[in-house]
């Protein structure tokens, strides 16, 4: 069974920096896409962030380019987002997830409705 676990939420000031992981397991051998997404009540789901399993290429939101890293630890079966210069605007529930690789290399690694397996979420909350 599929099952990812995020983690690291909180709250943080405005500049500020946090870590987020995504747990995974149950996975198979086949190549899968993991992605980041974030989503605020009464708003859609953004995706922000993927990687790619088989060579770790990775492409981002506009929103947050330049400040958000993704990166992934295989031996740990985790993917990491790292989130810097934080504003109130990134305020949100925080979602991994999962794809097939065809997401990732269709362009369309952002696309929430590409993903079938999510996390429960976690609440990043940042204050001016």
């Known amino acids: 069974e599929v099952q990812l676990a995020e983690s690291g939420g909180g709250l943080v000031q405005a500049g500020g920096s946090l870590r987020l992981s995504c747990a995974a397991s149950?996975?198979?051998?086949?190549?899968?896409?993991i992605g980041w997404f974030r989503q605020v009540p009464g708003k859609e789901r953004e995706g922000i962030a993927c990687?790619?399993?088989?060579?770790?290429?990775?492409y981002y939101a506009d929103s947050v380019k330049g400040r958000f890293i993704i990166s992934s630890d295989n031996a740990k079966n985790t993917v990491y987002l790292e989130m810097n210069s934080l504003k109130p605007d990134d305020t949100a529930i925080y979602y991994c997830a999962r794809a097939g690789s065809f997401a990732y290399y269709s362009g369309s690694g952002l696309v929430p409705s590409l993903y079938d397996y999510w996390g429960q979420g976690t609440q990043v909350t940042v204050s001016s």
């Open positions: 149950g996975f198979s051998h086949d190549p899968y896409t």
């Open positions: 990687i790619s399993s088989t060579d770790e290429g990775t």
